[in-house]
C-alpha cells in the first residue's frame, strides 16, 4: 500500500540554518509527491512538487529532490527565516485505479525558527 | 480569486446532535476531499468525492456522512455516532484523474465538543 514516513518533530533552528526534513515512502506505481505547508490556524498550502523520479521541486528557497532508489524526498532549505515556522506535510497521490489522486500524508514535523 | 471556503470556522456540538460542515469551491474542480486533522496525527481522509452525486469512504469515515448533489459543494455531517468527533476539518479539491495535480485547501472548521 502507500504509506508517507516523516520526520518527527518539533525541529528548532536559529535563523540563517540549514534545514533538513527528512521524507521517504512507500507506493505501489511511481506516485507524484509533494510537500505542503500549514501555518497556524490555517489549511495547507502547495510548497512544491515532483512528479518522476529524479525531478527537483522547489519554491521559495525550498527544494526536494524525488530519489526512486532510495524512496525518499527530504525538504532542504540553505537559510532558514522566523517566518518559515510552520508545520511541513509530506505526501504523496496514489496513481491508479480508486487511489488516482488521493494524497497519502506524513504526521507533519513542526519547525520553529529563532531569532 | 478563486478557493475553497469552509464555513463556520469555529463549530459547538452537543451530545446526540449532528452538525454540518460546508465546503465550497469556486475553482471547477472535480474531485473534493474531506479530511480530519489531530495533533501529531497528520492527516487522515475521511470521504472524497470525484465527481457529482458520487462519493467513496477513506480510512475513517465511521460517524460520518457527505453528499455531492452540486459540484461546487460537498458538506460533512458529523452524526451522534462519531463519538470523538474534537478534531480540525480540512476540504479540499483538485483536478480529478490525475496523480500530478495538487490538492486546494480550506482554511478549515474546528469543531468542539460542549
Known amino acids: 500500500g502507500n504509506s508517507v514516513t516523516q520526520m518527527e518533530g518539533p525541529v528548532t533552528l536559529s535563523e540563517e540554518a540549514f534545514l533538513t526534513i527528512n521524507c521517504t515512502y512507500t507506493a505501489t506505481g511511481y506516485p507524484s509527491l509533494f510537500w505542503y505547508v500549514q501555518y497556524p490556524g490555517e489549511g495547507l498550502q502547495l510548497l512544491l512538487k515532483a512528479t518522476k523520479a529524479d525531478d527537483k521541486g522547489s519554491n521559495k528557497g525550498f527544494e526536494a529532490t524525488y530519489r526512486k532508489e532510495t524512496t525518499s524526498f527530504h525538504l532542504e532549505k540553505g537559510s532558514v527565516q522566523v517566518s518559515d515556522s510552520a508545520v511541513y506535510f509530506c505526501a504523496l497521490s496514489g496513481d491508479r485505479g480508486s487511489t488516482l489522486g488521493r494524497l497519502y500524508f506524513g504526521r507533519g514535523t513542526q519547525l520553529t525558527v529563532w531569532p | 480569486d478563486g478557493g475553497i471556503t469552509q464555513s463556520p470556522k469555529y463549530l459547538f456540538r452537543k451530545e446526540g446532535q449532528n452538525v454540518t460542515l460546508s465546503c465550497e469551491q469556486n475553482l471547477n474542480h472535480d474531485a473534493m476531499y474531506w479530511y480530519r486533522q489531530d495533533p501529531g496525527q497528520g492527516l487522515r481522509l475521511i470521504y472524497y468525492?470525484?465527481?457529482?452525486?458520487?462519493?467513496q469512504k477513506g480510512d475513517i469515515a465511521e460517524g460520518y456522512s457527505v453528499s455531492r448533489e452540486k459540484k461546487e459543494s460537498f458538506p460533512l455531517t458529523v452524526t451522534s455516532a462519531q463519538k470523538n468527533p474534537t478534531a480540525f476539518y480540512l476540504c479540499?479539491?483538485?483536478?480529478?484523474?490525475?496523480?500530478?495535480?495538487?490538492?486546494?485547501f480550506g482554511d478549515g472548521t474546528r469543531l468542539s465538543i460542549l
Open positions: 468525492s470525484q465527481i457529482v452525486n458520487d462519493f
Open positions: 479540499a479539491s483538485s483536478i480529478a484523474g490525475m496523480d500530478n495535480q495538487p490538492q486546494h
